[in-house]
Protein backbone atom coordinates (compact mmCIF):
# COMPACT_ATOMS: atom_id res chain seq x y z
CA UNK A 1 0.00 0.00 0.00
CA UNK A 2 1.43 3.68 -0.94
CA UNK A 3 1.14 6.59 1.76
CA UNK A 4 1.31 10.24 0.84
CA UNK A 5 2.41 12.60 3.14
CA UNK A 6 3.93 16.19 2.88
CA UNK A 7 6.44 16.73 5.24
CA UNK A 8 9.18 19.57 5.52
CA UNK A 9 12.21 19.50 6.63
CA UNK A 10 13.21 16.23 5.18
CA UNK A 11 15.55 14.89 2.20
CA UNK A 12 15.66 11.29 1.57
CA UNK A 13 19.48 11.70 0.43
CA UNK A 14 20.92 14.06 2.76
CA UNK A 15 19.40 11.58 5.28
CA UNK A 16 21.10 8.23 3.94
CA UNK A 17 24.31 9.97 3.16
CA UNK A 18 24.54 11.70 6.91
CA UNK A 19 26.50 8.22 8.18
CA UNK A 20 23.72 7.19 10.93
CA UNK A 21 22.01 4.03 8.53
CA UNK A 22 23.14 1.85 6.19
CA UNK A 23 20.33 -0.24 5.17
CA UNK A 24 18.70 3.09 3.49
CA UNK A 25 19.69 2.04 -0.32
CA UNK A 26 18.70 3.74 -3.75
CA UNK A 27 16.47 1.59 -5.49
CA UNK A 28 17.07 -0.20 -8.61
CA UNK A 29 15.91 1.60 -11.63
CA UNK A 30 13.76 4.13 -9.68
CA UNK A 31 14.72 7.69 -9.19
CA UNK A 32 14.24 8.97 -6.11
CA UNK A 33 13.47 5.78 -4.39
CA UNK A 34 15.16 4.18 -1.60
CA UNK A 35 14.59 0.81 -0.48
CA UNK A 36 15.17 0.70 3.53
CA UNK A 37 15.00 -2.21 5.89
CA UNK A 38 14.43 -2.38 9.46
CA UNK A 39 13.63 -5.09 12.10
CA UNK A 40 12.84 -7.19 9.28
CA UNK A 41 10.67 -4.92 7.20
CA UNK A 42 10.98 -3.32 3.83
CA UNK A 43 9.81 -0.17 2.86
CA UNK A 44 10.20 1.69 -0.54
CA UNK A 45 9.92 5.88 0.12
CA UNK A 46 10.28 8.43 -2.59
CA UNK A 47 10.60 12.04 -2.76
CA UNK A 48 8.86 14.69 -5.32
CA UNK A 49 10.11 18.02 -3.68
CA UNK A 50 8.48 18.00 -0.25
CA UNK A 51 5.62 15.18 -1.25
CA UNK A 52 6.92 11.40 0.13
CA UNK A 53 5.30 8.57 -1.55
CA UNK A 54 5.85 5.37 1.19
CA UNK A 55 5.52 1.98 -0.25
CA UNK A 56 4.56 -0.85 2.52
CA UNK A 57 2.55 -2.92 4.40
CA UNK A 58 -0.63 -1.20 5.09
CA UNK A 59 -0.14 -2.33 9.21
CA UNK A 60 3.37 -1.06 9.20
CA UNK A 61 2.52 2.83 8.20
CA UNK A 62 2.91 3.66 11.81
CA UNK A 63 6.22 2.12 12.33
CA UNK A 64 7.67 3.77 9.06
CA UNK A 65 6.37 7.22 9.99
CA UNK A 66 7.95 6.23 14.14
CA UNK A 67 11.18 5.10 11.88
CA UNK A 68 11.50 8.11 9.89
CA UNK A 69 10.51 10.67 12.83
CA UNK A 70 7.84 11.99 10.35
CA UNK A 71 6.05 13.41 13.54
CA UNK A 72 9.07 15.56 15.09
CA UNK A 73 8.62 19.34 13.97
CA UNK A 74 12.19 20.08 12.64
CA UNK A 75 11.14 23.58 11.38
CA UNK A 76 10.95 24.43 14.98
CA UNK A 77 13.91 22.79 16.15
CA UNK A 78 16.00 24.74 13.98
CA UNK A 79 14.71 27.62 14.44
CA UNK A 80 15.15 27.47 18.18
CA UNK A 81 18.94 26.98 17.61
CA UNK A 82 20.63 30.19 19.25
CA UNK A 83 21.00 32.81 17.18
CA UNK A 84 24.45 33.60 18.01
CA UNK A 85 26.01 29.82 17.10
CA UNK A 86 26.35 30.99 13.31
CA UNK A 87 28.47 27.85 12.88
CA UNK A 88 25.18 25.68 13.74
CA UNK A 89 22.70 28.11 12.25
CA UNK A 90 24.38 27.88 9.05
CA UNK A 91 24.81 24.12 8.90
CA UNK A 92 21.24 23.65 9.75
CA UNK A 93 20.29 25.22 6.76
CA UNK A 94 22.76 23.39 4.61
CA UNK A 95 21.45 20.07 5.89
CA UNK A 96 17.87 21.11 6.74
CA UNK A 97 16.61 17.75 5.13
CA UNK A 98 18.44 14.98 7.87
CA UNK A 99 16.27 13.23 10.01
CA UNK A 100 17.14 10.96 12.67
CA UNK A 101 16.41 7.94 11.81
CA UNK A 102 14.97 6.02 15.19
CA UNK A 103 16.76 2.33 14.04
CA UNK A 104 16.63 -1.08 16.41
CA UNK A 105 19.10 -0.91 18.92
CA UNK A 106 20.55 -4.43 18.65
CA UNK A 107 21.74 -3.33 15.03
CA UNK A 108 22.59 0.26 16.16
CA UNK A 109 25.21 -1.77 18.56
CA UNK A 110 26.27 -4.42 16.10
CA UNK A 111 26.90 -1.61 13.24
CA UNK A 112 28.36 1.06 14.93
CA UNK A 113 30.78 -1.76 16.52
CA UNK A 114 31.82 -2.46 12.64
CA UNK A 115 32.04 1.49 12.02
CA UNK A 116 34.93 2.18 13.83
CA UNK A 117 38.12 3.34 11.81
CA UNK A 118 36.24 2.35 8.25
CA UNK A 119 34.64 4.11 5.74
CA UNK A 120 30.73 4.01 4.96
CA UNK A 121 31.53 1.86 1.86
CA UNK A 122 33.12 -0.39 3.87
CA UNK A 123 31.09 -0.51 6.56
CA UNK A 124 27.96 -1.30 4.57
CA UNK A 125 29.57 -3.92 2.44
CA UNK A 126 30.22 -5.62 6.18
CA UNK A 127 26.75 -5.23 7.53
CA UNK A 128 25.63 -6.72 4.36
CA UNK A 129 27.74 -9.67 4.65
CA UNK A 130 26.19 -10.07 8.02
CA UNK A 131 23.21 -10.01 7.17
CA UNK A 132 23.30 -12.32 3.91
CA UNK A 133 25.49 -14.93 5.90
CA UNK A 134 23.17 -15.21 9.25
CA UNK A 135 20.07 -12.98 8.53
CA UNK A 136 16.60 -13.62 7.38
CA UNK A 137 15.64 -13.78 3.31
CA UNK A 138 12.95 -11.01 3.15
CA UNK A 139 11.59 -10.23 -0.92
CA UNK A 140 13.37 -9.46 -3.99
CA UNK A 141 12.95 -5.74 -5.04
CA UNK A 142 12.89 -6.60 -8.49
CA UNK A 143 9.16 -8.19 -9.20
CA UNK A 144 10.35 -10.04 -12.41
CA UNK A 145 12.47 -11.75 -10.12
CA UNK A 146 11.06 -15.80 -9.39
CA UNK A 147 13.56 -17.65 -8.00
CA UNK A 148 16.64 -17.05 -6.06
CA UNK A 149 18.82 -18.18 -8.78
CA UNK A 150 18.22 -15.34 -11.14
CA UNK A 151 21.27 -13.60 -10.97
CA UNK A 152 18.69 -10.18 -11.68
CA UNK A 153 17.49 -10.41 -8.38
CA UNK A 154 18.44 -8.21 -5.64
CA UNK A 155 17.56 -10.32 -2.49
CA UNK A 156 17.34 -8.47 0.47
CA UNK A 157 17.95 -10.05 4.47
CA UNK A 158 17.01 -8.53 7.44
CA UNK A 159 19.67 -7.69 10.10
CA UNK A 160 20.30 -11.18 12.19
CA UNK A 161 19.45 -11.56 15.93
CA UNK A 162 21.48 -12.08 18.50
CA UNK A 163 21.02 -16.02 18.22
CA UNK A 164 21.23 -15.96 14.44
CA UNK A 165 24.53 -13.82 15.15
CA UNK A 166 25.68 -16.13 17.27
CA UNK A 167 25.47 -19.03 14.85
CA UNK A 168 28.76 -17.53 13.93
CA UNK A 169 32.06 -18.56 15.53
CA UNK A 170 34.88 -16.23 16.34
CA UNK A 171 36.52 -17.39 13.19
CA UNK A 172 33.24 -17.09 10.95
CA UNK A 173 33.41 -13.27 11.65
CA UNK A 174 37.10 -13.37 11.13
CA UNK A 175 36.66 -14.68 7.93
CA UNK A 176 34.49 -11.60 6.90
CA UNK A 177 37.05 -9.11 7.41
CA UNK A 178 35.71 -7.91 10.65
CA UNK A 179 39.47 -7.90 11.84
CA UNK A 180 39.38 -6.58 15.57
CA UNK A 181 35.93 -5.96 15.64
CA UNK A 182 35.45 -9.70 15.21
CA UNK A 183 35.80 -10.26 19.27
CA UNK A 184 33.78 -7.35 19.93
CA UNK A 185 31.09 -8.90 17.85
CA UNK A 186 31.08 -12.30 19.25
CA UNK A 187 31.06 -10.99 22.55
CA UNK A 188 28.13 -8.94 22.77
CA UNK A 189 25.97 -11.64 20.63
CA UNK A 190 26.73 -13.78 23.53
CA UNK A 191 26.31 -10.84 26.03
CA UNK A 192 22.50 -10.78 24.34
CA UNK A 193 21.64 -14.23 24.79
CA UNK A 194 22.38 -14.85 27.81
CA UNK A 195 20.54 -11.81 28.72
CA UNK A 196 23.88 -10.39 29.96
CA UNK A 197 23.30 -7.21 27.90
CA UNK A 198 19.60 -6.79 28.40
CA UNK A 199 18.20 -4.52 25.50
CA UNK A 200 14.61 -4.07 27.13
CA UNK A 201 15.85 -3.07 29.89
CA UNK A 202 18.70 -0.79 28.04
CA UNK A 203 15.24 1.24 26.51
CA UNK A 204 14.13 2.30 29.98
CA UNK A 205 17.29 4.26 30.47
CA UNK A 206 17.57 7.78 30.31
CA UNK A 207 20.40 9.14 28.69
CA UNK A 208 23.24 9.31 31.52
CA UNK A 209 22.37 6.04 32.47
CA UNK A 210 22.38 4.23 28.80
CA UNK A 211 25.56 5.71 28.50
CA UNK A 212 26.85 4.23 31.44
CA UNK A 213 25.13 0.73 30.97
CA UNK A 214 26.40 0.52 27.17
CA UNK A 215 30.12 0.97 27.98
CA UNK A 216 29.91 -1.48 30.22
CA UNK A 217 30.40 -4.32 27.43
CA UNK A 218 33.55 -5.33 25.79
CA UNK A 219 33.99 -3.33 22.44
CA UNK A 220 31.30 -0.96 23.30
CA UNK A 221 33.26 2.93 24.06
CA UNK A 222 32.10 6.51 24.15
CA UNK A 223 31.70 7.23 20.70
CA UNK A 224 29.61 4.10 19.86
CA UNK A 225 27.56 4.24 22.78
CA UNK A 226 26.32 7.70 22.09
CA UNK A 227 25.67 6.62 18.48
CA UNK A 228 23.36 3.41 19.79
CA UNK A 229 21.67 6.43 22.00
CA UNK A 230 21.16 8.58 19.28
CA UNK A 231 20.22 6.84 16.76
CA UNK A 232 18.68 3.32 18.53
CA UNK A 233 17.47 4.66 21.58
CA UNK A 234 15.94 8.41 20.34
CA UNK A 235 18.67 9.88 23.03
CA UNK A 236 18.34 13.30 21.09
CA UNK A 237 20.88 15.19 23.06
CA UNK A 238 23.84 12.23 22.44
CA UNK A 239 26.47 13.96 20.40
CA UNK A 240 28.87 11.54 19.00
CA UNK A 241 32.51 12.35 18.75
CA UNK A 242 34.37 10.63 16.23
CA UNK A 243 37.56 11.51 13.96
CA UNK A 244 35.45 13.69 11.74
CA UNK A 245 33.38 15.55 14.47
CA UNK A 246 36.43 16.41 16.44
CA UNK A 247 38.00 17.87 13.45
CA UNK A 248 34.93 19.94 12.40
CA UNK A 249 34.78 20.86 15.83
CA UNK A 250 38.11 21.85 16.12
CA UNK A 251 38.12 24.32 13.16
CA UNK A 252 34.77 25.51 13.77
CA UNK A 253 34.65 26.21 17.49
CA UNK A 254 38.28 25.97 18.70
CA UNK A 255 40.44 28.48 16.24
CA UNK A 256 41.61 24.69 14.93
CA UNK A 257 43.80 23.59 17.98
CA UNK A 258 44.14 20.15 18.46
CA UNK A 259 41.12 19.43 21.12
CA UNK A 260 40.88 16.01 23.01
CA UNK A 261 36.98 14.30 22.32
CA UNK A 262 36.19 14.51 26.20
CA UNK A 263 36.48 18.24 26.12
CA UNK A 264 34.55 18.74 22.59
CA UNK A 265 31.64 16.57 24.37
CA UNK A 266 31.69 18.41 27.37
CA UNK A 267 31.27 21.73 25.29
CA UNK A 268 28.89 20.71 22.82
CA UNK A 269 26.63 19.55 26.35
CA UNK A 270 27.07 22.85 27.34
CA UNK A 271 26.83 24.81 23.82
CA UNK A 272 23.82 22.10 22.10
CA UNK A 273 21.96 21.09 25.23
CA UNK A 274 18.72 19.00 24.07
CA UNK A 275 19.94 19.56 20.83
CA UNK A 276 23.29 17.94 20.49
CA UNK A 277 22.07 15.13 18.27
CA UNK A 278 20.77 17.23 15.54
CA UNK A 279 23.60 19.81 16.11
CA UNK A 280 26.12 16.51 15.31
CA UNK A 281 24.12 15.57 12.16
CA UNK A 282 23.94 19.07 10.79
CA UNK A 283 27.81 19.89 11.38
CA UNK A 284 28.87 16.21 10.34
CA UNK A 285 27.13 17.08 7.04
CA UNK A 286 28.33 20.88 6.75
CA UNK A 287 31.71 20.32 7.72
CA UNK A 288 32.39 17.46 5.19
CA UNK A 289 30.52 18.35 2.24
CA UNK A 290 30.57 21.94 2.38
CA UNK A 291 32.60 23.92 5.03
CA UNK A 292 35.36 21.74 4.70
CA UNK A 293 34.90 20.63 0.97
CA UNK A 294 35.23 17.01 1.30
CA UNK A 295 32.90 14.95 -0.55
Known amino acids: MTFTYKIPCFDLEQTARSGQVFRMIPAPD ?111 TDDTCDT ?64 DYLTGFYGIGKKVANCVCLFGLGKKEAFPVDVWIKRIMETMYFDGVDTPKDKIAAFAKEQFGELGGFAQQYLFYYGKSIKMGVK
Not at 40 to 69: A, P
Not at 87 to 103: D, E, F, N, P
Not at 159 to 174: G, I, K, N, R, V
Not at 178 to 200: M, P, S, V
Open 30 to 140: SANTWVVISQGHVSFIRQENNTFFLECDSDLEVFWKNYFDMDTDYEQMIASVAPDDAYLKAAAQAGKGIRILRQDTWEMIITFVISQQKTIPAIRALVEALCSRYGTKLLF
Open 148 to 211: ENDTNCHQLYAFPTPEQLCQASFEDLLALKLGYRAKYIYRLCHDATDGHLDLAYLSTLDYEAAM
